[in-house]
């Protein structure tokens, strides 16, 4: 969760004391004291959403289950653009039904945290490969020069930097405004704008010749509304290249991580039933998480007339 969430003031500097002491804990890998101390800064103020996401870390680290949950519904009240992700702790703990998205709130205040250190975190420490294996997958489909070309969630621009030099124009599309802040420092867009994917494709406006989205799929569940969408952008014979962590199974699932995996029979199923056709899938490594492989799907699609 992004640190300036979980680190906001009460507003009571008792309630934050012992906040603070519980993170200590929390930290030293005593989530049942943090926990308690969660708990007694809550009832000082019963209405601080930061305190009860904390609350429900500490108790669900701790095997409180149904506690985690209790303090996850409560900050679900609390917080009804779901700017916390309580709806998809919810979910992992069986509480709820999973949402078909992650929320908004959640993926701009994540990215908006994380904008300043993005780069050196994903390709430094965790080997991020989705843009460059993207890059190869729309070269084996498509080896000449592209035309217009559209970047979801385009990040801090590093699928723009795969693709230069082939491209003739790339304009980019992003929820957090960090990310776009980031991406338009490099000069590489002819246009850039903030928007959540499927709203942005869905506005309608001229074709592309291309559209990319590299490890933005992973928040969202169900894929037929952008894959709708996208197809509504696109040509005949136009392409939506994209990744997605793997299910090993036909539909999708929220993973511990707060991301959603996909299964092959369901591109494949979901890609038909929006009018393209598999140009390309494959599977590959696309980071590293803790020091495992993060196995994933590269897959082209092809817009059928």
Known sequence: MPITQTTQSSGDLLADRRFEYARMLA??????????????????????????????????????????????????????????????????????????????????????????????ALVGDLDYQAPQLIAAALASVRPGPVGRVLDLGCGTGLMAEAVAGRVASIEGVDLSADMVAAARAKGLYADLRIGEVVADLAAGGPSYEVILAADVFVYIGDLGPVLGAA?????????????????????????????????????????????????????????????DPVIGLVVVLERLP
């Open 27 to 120: 930290a030293d890998g005593d989530a049942v004291a943090a926990a308690d101390l969660y708990a007694q800064a809550l009832e000082l103020v019963p209405g601080w959403a930061a305190g009860w996401f904390a609350l429900g870390e500490a108790r669900e680290q701790a095997g409180d289950r149904n506690g985690a949950g209790e303090a996850f519904r409560r900050l679900d009240v609390l917080d009804p653009t779901g700017v916390f992700g309580a709806p998809l702790r919810l979910a992992l703990l069986g509480a709820e039904p999973v949402p078909e998205t992650a929320p908004a709130a959640y993926v701009r205040a994540l990215f908006d945290d994380y904008a300043d250190r993005f780069e050196t």
């Open 231 to 291: 197809a509504g952008r696109l040509g005949p014979g136009g392409l939506l290249a994209f990744t997605v962590e793997r299910h090993d199974g036909e539909g999708w699932s929220l993973r511990p991580s707060l991301r959603y995996a996909h299964g092959e029979p369901l591109i494949r199923e979901l890609g038909a039933r929006h009018g393209f056709r598999v140009a390309r899938l494959s599977t590959d490594r696309l980071r590293t998480d803790r020091g």
